[in-house]
């Protein structure tokens, strides 16, 4: 048997992430990806790009501190190798590849900024095909802070994707998510009527802290009349007492309700009862691509 430690820095609109894995391979088994330590960090790079268009100052110095500390805590694990992918916030901000020289000149982690496609393909590279039933058809929903990613799934493949500007953390006017809103319905209509019963695959930091208040058991789907009591209870609390009451980070309080709307949404146009949350996104796609030599990644810690 041999173990190797992999790494993933997230860079997302809403907070930077740090997965660290042991790939666990042992003849004629197939490659285990056992998660070993997940750090999250809120830094709001969202704040910066979505209104200003540019990441500031004191962000760029709370990055770089956050690199720096990723790189400690990987020498501790034994790291081999990692990989740093940064999504909506930095490829919309006007100065995202100034702040990509500035953190490699200033921590020598070199960032790479992926495009919404790259995005949805990375997180369809994870491990759904444990999940994903040969007869069933399923629609994937990363919901982050900047962009939400959608991908359709029927026979165990990919069928289509879309990644489209809204988020969490993005405010647009409410005239500009009415009329994105009326085109991903269309879409998503459209899509899921020549499929089979669609069941929705959900992603993302909100959706995990719903199941994981659920008290489900791992592996059993919620239902959309859950989600939408959920809702429903989330909207009659302010902000403090979703801080104090159900113990929710600050930075999770303010956007767990505009991300379940997403949710809903998505399994109401596409005619789904269940969605199911399967605790994987984009971190885990780059260590599965690191490991399978699919994505270049830093070597030096």
């Not at 609109?13 to 750090?39: D, F, G, M, W």
């Not at 500031?56 to 770089?64: D, G, L």
């Not at 989600?227 to 303010?254: G, H, M, T, V, W």
Request: some cysteine; charged content about 25%.
């Amino acid at each position: 048997m041999e173990i190797k430690k992999l790494a993933a820095i997230d860079i997302g609109s809403n907070a930077v992430r740090l997965l660290i894995c042991n790939i666990v391979e042992r003849a004629n088994t197939p490659t285990h990806y056992q998660k070993s330590s997940l750090v999250r960090v809120p830094i709001r790079l969202g704040a910066d790009a979505f209104t200003t268009g540019i990441i500031s100052e004191q962000n760029i110095s709370r990055m770089a501190d956050a690199m720096l500390a990723f790189k400690l805590i990987m020498g501790v694990h034994g790291v081999e190798k990692f990989k740093a992918c940064a999504t909506s916030a930095m490829r919309e901000a006007k100065n995202g590849q100034e702040v990509v020289a500035a953190i490699y000149e200033k921590t020598g982690v070199a960032i790479e900024i992926i495009d919404g496609r790259k995005e949805a393909s990375i997180i369809a590279s994870t491990n759904l095909n444990e999940l994903l039933k040969a007869d069933h058809s399923y629609l994937y929903v990363d919901v982050g802070g900047g962009s939400t990613e959608f991908t359709f799934f029927s026979g165990g493949k990919i069928v289509c994707s879309r990644s489209i500007k809204l988020g969490t953390v993005r405010q647009i006017s409410d005239a500009k998510k009415q009329q994105v809103l009326r085109e991903l319905e269309h879409w998503i209509k459209e899509k899921s009527s020549a499929m089979n019963a669609v069941e929705l695959i959900g992603s993302g930091g909100n959706i995990n802290n719903i199941f994981k208040t659920s008290g489900k058991a791992e592996g059993t789907p919620l239902t959309l009349s859950y989600l939408k009591r959920r809702f429903n209870y989330l909207q009659q609390l302010s902000y403090e007492d979703r801080i104090y009451e159900l113990d929710l980070k600050p930075d999770r309080a303010d956007v767990i309700i505009p991300a379940i709307q997403i949710y809903i949404d998505a399994m109401k146009w596409s005619g789904a009862t269940r969605i199911h949350v399967p605790k994987i996104g984009l971190s885990d796609g780059i260590i599965k691509r690191l490991h399978q030599g699919k994505l270049q990644g830093n070597t030096t810690l």
